[in-house]
């Protein structure tokens, strides 16, 4: 991974498993961060774009290194076309998964790590990695309570996503990416403002 060329704006990445509650924790950092007066972006990956679709729709019917290749493939265009013009007019850009799902999800379809840090050596490195977690009981009860699940989300595959997640972040870590791990079992709110108050904090310094 690579360091940002400009130091304009703040490059957050928050990854976690299947029903940690990622996504709503991202909302209600955002609207904080929002009503602070900071100028914030929200995005996703697999992104919204005609790949990122396909790749959604691909990973239910395949796996393996097909998979991870057009994951690194969507992220290279995603950093290109929407991550770096955000941090270019000074956001706050917060994607809701990045190189983390990977080191979990395509190592769940048997993908090796040096190969997906490989294909993700040109990413740019966020400048912080929020990642939400929660026991393996409140995942298998918030994934029961949806409508549809994706083939990473069926068969009580949560303890082995929280094992790829542990090695991940190690990794994370050895590549000199900060960190913030927050157990999002309870406690919304707690959750959020320390998130918020972490990141307010590293924008001041920069």
């Given at each position: 991974?690579?360091?940002?060329?400009?130091?304009?704006?703040?490059?957050?990445?928050?990854?976690?498993?299947?029903?940690?509650?990622?996504?709503?924790?991202?909302?209600?950092?955002?609207?904080?961060?929002?009503?602070?007066?900071?100028?914030?972006?929200?995005?996703?990956?697999?992104?919204?774009?005609?790949?990122?679709?396909?790749?959604?729709?691909?990973?239910?019917?395949?796996?393996?290194?097909?998979?991870?290749?057009?994951?690194?493939?969507?992220?290279y265009e995603h950093i290109k076309n929407e991550i770096e013009p955000m941090l270019y007019d000074g956001n706050i850009?917060?994607?809701?998964?990045?190189?983390?799902?990977?080191?979990?999800?395509?190592?769940?379809?048997?993908?090796?790590?040096?190969?997906?840090?490989?294909?993700?050596?040109?990413?740019?490195?966020?400048?912080?990695?929020?990642?939400?977690?929660?026991?393996?009981?409140?995942?298998?009860?918030?994934?029961?309570?949806?409508?549809?699940?994706?083939?990473?989300?069926?068969?009580?595959?949560?303890?082995?996503?929280?094992?790829?997640?542990?090695?991940?972040?190690?990794?994370?870590?050895?590549?000199?990416?900060?960190?913030?791990?927050?157990?999002?079992?309870?406690?919304?709110?707690?959750?959020?403002?320390?998130?918020?108050?972490?990141?307010?904090?590293?924008?001041?310094?920069?």
């Amino acid at each position: 991974m690579q360091s940002r060329t400009n130091n304009t704006g703040y490059f957050v990445a928050v990854d976690g498993p299947n029903g940690s509650g990622k996504t709503t924790v991202i909302n209600a950092i955002a609207e904080k961060l929002g009503l602070m007066g900071y100028k914030v972006k929200v995005t996703r990956e697999p992104t919204n774009s005609i790949l990122g679709e396909f790749v959604r729709k691909y990973a239910e019917g395949h796996k393996g290194l097909s998979i991870a290749c057009m994951i690194t493939a969507d992220r290279y265009e995603h950093i290109k076309n929407e991550i770096e013009p955000m941090l270019y007019d000074g956001n706050i850009v917060i994607t809701d998964r990045y190189i983390l799902s990977s080191l979990i999800l395509q190592r769940m379809d048997g993908v090796n790590a040096d190969y997906i840090m490989d294909l993700n050596a040109l990413i740019i490195r966020p400048d912080l990695q929020v990642t939400i977690m929660a026991d393996v009981g409140t995942l298998q009860k918030r994934l029961s309570d949806r409508a549809e699940l994706t083939r990473f989300e069926k068969n009580n595959r949560s303890d082995e996503e929280l094992y790829y997640m542990e090695k991940g972040i190690e990794i994370l870590k050895k590549n000199g990416i900060s960190v913030l791990e927050i157990n999002n079992c309870t406690e919304l709110d707690k959750n959020v403002d320390t998130i918020v108050e972490y990141i307010v904090k590293e924008v001041k310094r920069k």
